[in-house]
């Protein structure tokens, strides 16, 4: 039974850093990928990022792209996603997913929930102005 838990959320202020991790238990060698989604109130959740853990190859959303990144520590079944910049519209709660094995053949980003096994209780990040 995969366990994911979500750390790092706060409170920041506009233009600073936070960096959240997910540590995840009952990984196995067969793990895929993880990824990092977020959801704000009355909104969808919404891809973020994606990485793979055999390789570490990353593909992240972009609306994003540049201000955040995603990497893995495989020693430590921990995957972390590094946020600059933030902005008042990042607050949101924030997933940590995983993805058991690859279901697509060829050059793919899994950006679909379904997509997705398991998940985490998520972590609250809000950011005032």
């Not at 990824?35 to 990485?51: C, D, M, S, Y």
Request: with cysteine; charged share 20%.
């Amino acid at each position: 039974q995969v366990q994911l838990v979500e750390s790092g959320g706060g409170l920041v202020q506009a233009g600073e850093s936070l960096k959240l991790s997910c540590a995840a238990s009952g990984l196995s060698s067969s793990t895929y990928a993880m990824a990092w989604f977020r959801q704000a109130p009355g909104n969808e959740r919404e891809f973020l990022a994606t990485i793979l853990w055999s390789d570490g190859a990353s593909h992240v959303a972009d609306h994003v792209k540049g201000r955040f990144a995603i990497s893995r520590d495989n020693a430590k079944n921990t995957v972390h996603l590094e946020m600059n910049n933030l902005k008042p519209e990042d607050t949101a709660v924030y997933y940590c997913a995983f993805k058991r094995s690859r279901t697509h053949i060829g050059v793919y980003y899994y950006i679909y929930t379904y997509e997705y096994d398991n998940w985490g209780q998520g972590t609250q990040v809000t950011v005032s102005s």
